[in-house]
């Protein structure tokens, strides 16, 4: 099978390449060994968090941070590339399947939305259905939180929350379930249905008071969350907001559903279930890749590659017990690693781990090194410690975006002339 | 100040100490028990589980072999609740020395360890991961203990005899007058606060610190060399037998399967300080080999944790050299009024987890002996609370529990399969906002993900149980993702790594533990 461009990984930055390459005409197939990281994210859109100091608008602080750290993506992508990137996602969103589920919000200001243990995280922008959670509404806070749900818990959310000086408590509602382990999901599937979230509507109604906004966990619905949202908070008269929670994430499969539609609705092709095990070279390019499916081996072969295929979360990316670490996908060489006889890892949990950088080596084109037709993307780029920094979406979204544009750009010419 | 008073004050809350407080308990004798941290947090609660056969010993020190295959039977039948009959396996693997083979079985037949040769083409039916290139393998009656249980089985039993037990209470001085030690100072972790124990006889069990307890009395030259071994726990069973290799007891010579995971040990370093929990790559690499060895392809399992343990091996004149193995595994119990003149002290150290039981009825007939008052003792008699059925534990119990109650028992850690209705017991029960104590008790967070998806949860259920406030509930839940880490880190690659990476994301993401209100943490401890 030949295409214009294949890109390995289906998470948020393997999607969006996916979908903006075959927006700019070209013919793309997403490979992936299973769904990414979208399924265990809160799905908010965080651009820059913590330098480490909380930050209040990404916008302004952006060229400082990247600056400060010229290894980062976002020195090589710059707050343009992050802003282009973010405006095509509303677009996407707004096109998307869900009908009138949107996101809000943009880089000048970050939006702190309760965790599910009460802290206060920054996003830039966050699902609609979490929006009133915003922190600087300084609304009085009802969490609602059900002992059916082992995943949420709401009376320390709420006091966790007032330690942060919001006026919140939290209340239990009963939820009636056929088993004890349900997940956000399951509960997302009952919201889905009118007469189930009615009823739900009316109990958790009894249990609130005047003049306070209600935090439920992340599970309004699946199929349509804006219809499930919009429909419990005129019921209950107050807005309403979700506060994400432990995997697997409701809104984060959301978000799947969206770039997987706007991939698709462009003429791109998704194959889940296609793990990369080998590549064909030619010199310095990548000719084909093949993958091993049940059933079928298959080869995929294109001109050019997007690397989208995480970091060590994914799997990608592998420290072994030998100590050697290596890129599992196309064999890239890696940069971030620590000098050899220096840690790997530091004993203080929260402290940053040395290892904690580690990506596939590219150049200032986000072009790999040792490989002249392959573009990285997303987790997959050394520089960044996203799960600290409150970055790794507008990593995503502006990286991903970059090699779609680089590639379209290319296409054609030879591999290495200028973008 | 407040002050206690009682027959026989126990310091150190291991397998021993308790072992002693249960047997005095059982004589009807007042006791207290102390330890300066959770019971069974440091030697005790810090080996392979493997409950010995003696084999390990039947060619080496033929006495310590003949206690344990005593004290195997005896336990199987006191404390079955806590054990799992696995099994085990002596192979002979192309490593060893073939001719040890045969002076292991005439040490068996010595000892009286029921040992069988069998067929390696067998054994390779049994444990099909095993190397397929042993030549010789010996079945013995090892098996598996899970400490915590035992532990707490005989904390409850002196509890229901009216016994205190007193975690977290650290000894801070021992009463003298004159010739007699008449009891301690202790200090409370939590509060600070300090406790005066008069007692009749103080027992010395602290194990590998018994050295400085001693000092504390006031006498002189009770050495103790800590041994410091580590040991990895795997996240499969890759045996369902202790495997042992059939050469004089060395490094990384045997895998024990316990609970969900297995463990391969040890290694024998000394070290000056019983707090040293220093990992070393070099050992870690090495343990990884020797697990090759006894399973090819061990490398490629997922290593979830490691962790040091010392032994407690009381000093002879005659062992100056530096490995520690060769001290006698023997325990050695020291009756001060005979050695130094000194009444009412004793000190039991040494031995080995098989043999507490034995070390505490030794330690208890010196004692009554300081009380004037020779009472029986009937711990080999006596099931520990929750072996009144007789039956061991096997691997599936806690999955057909959870199966029968699919509707209403909601598992919170899934990898060990704890339900709610036993977080929510244990808490009450201990009265402990410490996860790490709950840990020790449920095996909660023990599992591949170490703690990624249930210490949230758990930290909500101890948050909604009474009385916690949510800056000790944070607290409860950074200090349990810290002492995680020094367990995970030394040994954190392949699939493990990617696991960490998914608690990270948990962890630091998506609840942004890192920046929860207030960066000031209550301290952690049992009240």
Redesign the interface.
């Known amino acids: 099978m030949h295409y214009d461009a294949v890109v390995i990984g289906a998470g948020t930055a393997g999607l969006v390449a996916g979908a903006r390459l075959a927006e700019g005409g070209a013919r793309v197939c997403v490979l992936a060994k299973g769904v990414g990281s979208t399924h265990l994210a809160p799905a908010t859109i965080d651009v820059l968090g913590y330098t480490p100091a909380r930050v209040s608008s990404p916008a302004a602080v952006f060229d400082e941070f990247a600056a400060s750290r010229p290894d980062h993506p976002y020195a090589l992508l710059g707050v343009d590339a992050v802003g282009e990137a973010v405006r095509w996602f509303l677009g996407s969103v707004a096109a998307g399947p869900l009908p009138e589920y949107r996101y809000v919000g943009d880089l000048e200001r970050n939006i702190l939305l309760p965790t599910a243990v009460g802290a206060l995280r920054p996003s830039a922008l966050v699902p609609s259905t979490m929006a009133a959670g915003d922190a600087a509404t300084g609304e009085r806070v009802c969490v609602v939180g059900t002992r059916s749900l082992r995943d949420f818990h709401a009376s320390l959310c709420a006091a966790n929350l007032r330690r942060a000086g919001i006026d919140a408590r939290s209340v239990d509602v009963e939820i009636e379930l056929d088993r004890a382990d349900a997940n956000t999901l399951g509960l997302a599937r009952r919201f889905d249905d009118p007469a189930w979230r009615a009823g739900f509507a009316a109990r958790l109604a009894l249990k609130l008071r005047a003049h306070e906004s209600v935090g439920l966990p992340a599970m309004l619905g699946l199929r349509d969350p804006h219809g499930a949202w919009s429909d419990v908070q005129r019921r209950l008269g107050r807005p309403v907001f979700e506060i994400p929670t432990l995997p697997p994430s409701v809104p984060g499969m959301r978000l799947f559903e969206i770039l997987r539609a706007t991939l698709r609705r462009a003429g791109g092709r998704l194959v889940v279930g296609a793990e990369v095990v080998s590549a064909d070279r030619s010199g310095s390019r990548i000719v084909s890749v093949a993958t091993a499916a049940a059933g079928h081996d298959a080869r995929y072969g294109a001109p050019w590659f997007v690397l989208a295929s995480g970091g060590f979360g994914s799997g990608a990316i592998e420290l072994d017990s030998h100590w050697d670490t290596r890129d599992r996908v196309l064999g890239l060489p890696l940069r971030g690693l620590p000098e050899p006889g220096e840690p790997r890892f530091v004993g203080d949990y929260l402290a940053e781990q040395p290892m904690a950088r580690v990506g596939v080596a590219v150049d200032s084109s986000l072009v790999a090194e040792g490989a002249d037709n392959v573009v990285v993307a997303g987790a997959a780029l050394p520089g960044a410690v996203p799960w600290r920094e409150g970055s790794g979406e507008g990593i995503a979204l502006a990286s991903g975006s970059y090699a779609a544009r680089l590639v379209l750009a290319r296409s054609g010419a030879p591999a290495g002339a200028a973008a | 100040m407040a002050s206690l008073s009682t027959d026989v004050l126990v310091i150190g809350g291991g397998a021993t100490g308790t072992g002693v407080a249960w047997d005095a308990a059982l004589r009807g004798f007042d006791v207290v028990l102390v330890d300066r941290a959770d019971l069974a947090e440091g030697t005790s609660g810090r080996f392979h589980g493997l409950l010995h056969s003696g084999g390990r010993y039947a060619v080496k020190d033929p006495r310590a072999a003949e206690e344990c295959i005593a004290e195997n039977r005896i336990l199987r039948r006191i404390t079955p609740d806590s054990i799992e009959d696995v099994g085990g396996f002596f192979v002979t693997t192309p490593w060893d020395d073939p001719a040890y083979a045969d002076r292991f079985a005439q040490g068996c037949r010595d000892t009286g360890i029921d040992c069988e040769e069998i067929d390696p083409a067998q054994a390779l039916r049994e444990e099909p991961l095993l190397n397929p290139n042993v030549s010789r393998v010996f079945r013995v009656p090892d098996g598996n203990i899970d400490v915590w249980k035992t532990i707490w089985s005989m904390a409850r039993g002196i509890q229901a005899r009216g016994g205190r037990v007193l975690p977290y209470h650290a000894v801070v001085g021992i009463h003298r007058d004159g010739d007699t030690v008449t009891g301690a100072r202790l200090r409370g972790a939590a509060t600070g606060e300090e406790i005066d124990v008069e007692a009749r006889v103080t027992v010395n069990a602290s194990g590998a610190w018994a050295g400085s307890v001693a000092d504390m009395a006031g006498i002189e030259g009770v050495r103790v060399r800590p041994g410091r071994g580590i040991m990895i726990a795997m996240n499969h069973r890759l045996v369902n037998t202790c495997v042992n290799r059939c050469q004089m007891p060395t490094d990384g010579d045997i895998i024990v399967p316990i609970r969900t995971v297995c463990v391969i040990g040890t290694t024998d370093v000394h070290t000056e300080d019983p707090d040293d929990h220093t990992v070393l ?1 070099t050992e870690v690499d090495a343990m ?1 080999d020797d697990g090759e060895k006894l399973v090819p392809g061990f ?2 399992a997922r ?1 979830l944790r490691v962790w040091t343990g010392v032994r407690p091996l009381f000093e002879d004149a005659k062992a100056e050299d530096a490995d520690t193995r060769d001290v006698t595994r023997a325990h050695a119990m020291l009756d001060h009024a005979e050695r130094d003149g000194v009444q009412g002290f004793v000190t039991i150290t040494g031995g080995k987890l098989t043999t507490f039981r034995l070390m505490a009825q030794d330690t208890m007939t010196a004692v009554c002996k300081h009380l004037g008052d020779e009472r029986p003792c009937t711990t080999k008699t006596e099931p520990l609370p929750g072996s009144e059925s007789g039956e061991t534990y096997h691997l599936g119990e806690r999955l057909s529990r959870k199966e029968a ?8 850690c899934e990898c060990e399969m704890v339900p ?1 209705w036993r977080l929510e017991e244990a808490v009450q029960r201990r009265a402990t906002t410490n996860l790490d104590d709950i840990r020790r008790l449920l095996r909660l967070g023990m599992g591949p993900c170490q703690g990624g ?1 249930c210490i ?2 758990a ?3 101890l ?2 149980l009474d009385g916690l ?3 000790q ?2 607290g409860s ?2 200090h349990f ?2 002492e ?3 367990g995970v ?2 040994v ?4 493990q ?2 696991q960490a ?2 608690d ?3 962890f ?11 960066s000031e943490r209550e301290p952690v401890a049992t009240p």
Do not use: C, M
């Open positions: 790559e990884l490398r490629q290593a109650r699919l509707a209403d028992d909601q598992l919170i709610r998806f949230y949860r930290t909500g259920i948050h909604s406030t949510a800056e509930a944070d839940l950074l993702l810290e995680r880490w020094k880190w030394p954190l690659y392949g699939d790594l990617r990476r998914l990270d994301w948990i630091q993401g998506v609840l942004d533990v890192a920046h929860l209100p207030s």
